[in-house]
């Protein structure tokens, strides 16, 4: 499924003119201009699945941020913009196949590590509550409490509570139970699984942070399966093997300037990881 078909960035000349046009020239930086005009990224046209790849600064993170503001999608965290931002977003343009739908969302490695950090600190605060509700059952349940008028009402249904009750239920029956903890990498998971449904844009920063080699793969399937039954559409900054693998995906290499497409075993990083593996072949 195609949802957003392509997008267009400000050229250098755009750029220079709106430059220019700033009448304070106290900037240290116009960020995100001339990050993609330098790798001469004029538009990028998009498959079900397209991946933007390259190394740290070649500009892919900003991209997608770039997209994901322009469409307004949702998203969980969000990231540092320049004063220049909005402007930015103002010159780019972008075309649709078809309407967005409204639960197409931008999905970051800091939505993911949120996610596994409120998970801990949810746990934590249950451990500790949990501990209060022991020793709040010892002074109820072993109380010499006697009901004087009204004001008092909560605090005999609770000398009832812990008298009628053992101390492990009653516990129970005043706590929720821990969230059950998985390893980062499942808890990540856990998170695309949750966070992608049906019919939907997706925009993925770096998905691969906090999975596995085995994790990945199973991520690659999700979203092959994501696109061929369930009408998805992803938008992928990655230099993950694995993800750079997906059948039928295209890929714009970052790296080079002007970017262009490129079939993945033609990649920098995959040659590496090649050569790699192939020096230490005798070895498996």
Not at 84 to 104: K, Q, T, V
Not at 128 to 153: I, P, Q, V
Not at 241 to 257: N, S
Request: charged letters at 30%.
């Amino acid at each position: 499924m195609i949802y957003l078909d392509s997008f267009t960035f400000p050229n250098d000349g755009m750029e220079f003119d709106f430059i220019l046009s700033i009448q304070r020239k106290c900037y240290n930086t116009f960020y995100p201009f001339k990050i993609l005009s330098r790798k001469e990224l004029s538009i990028l046209n998009f498959e079900p699945i397209t991946v933007l790849y390259g190394g740290n600064g070649s500009g892919k993170t900003t991209a997608l941020n770039i997209i994901s503001e322009k469409l307004k999608l949702k998203r969980d965290s969000r990231f540092n913009q320049s004063s220049f931002f909005p402007d930015y977003i103002r010159l780019c343009e972008y075309s649709l196949l078809r309407e967005i739908p409204s639960n197409s969302r931008t999905i970051t490695s800091d939505d993911v590590f949120d996610y596994m950090l409120n998970i801990r600190m949810m746990n934590e605060g249950i451990d500790t509550k949990r501990e209060e509700l022991f020793e709040d059952y010892l002074d109820a349940k072993y109380s010499s409490f006697k009901f004087n008028s009204m004001e008092d009402y909560e605090q005999l249904k609770k000398v009832n509570q812990a008298r009628s009750k053992t101390q492990s239920k009653y516990v129970r029956t005043n706590l929720m139970e821990n969230i059950r903890e998985h390893s980062n990498g499942e808890n990540a998971f856990l998170y695309f699984q949750e966070k992608i449904q049906e019919n939907g844009l997706y925009l993925l920063d770096e998905p691969e942070n906090s999975l596995s080699p085995e994790r990945q793969i199973e991520l690659v399937n999700f979203i092959q399966e994501s696109v061929r039954f369930f009408g998805c559409q992803f938008i992928i900054s990655t230099h993950s093997p694995f993800l750079l693998g997906m059948k039928d995906a295209k890929i714009y290499d970052l790296d080079q300037t002007p970017v262009k497409t490129k079939p993945w075993t033609e990649l920098k990083n995959i040659k590496i990881y090649h050569d790699f593996f192939e020096a230490h072949r005798d070895e498996f």
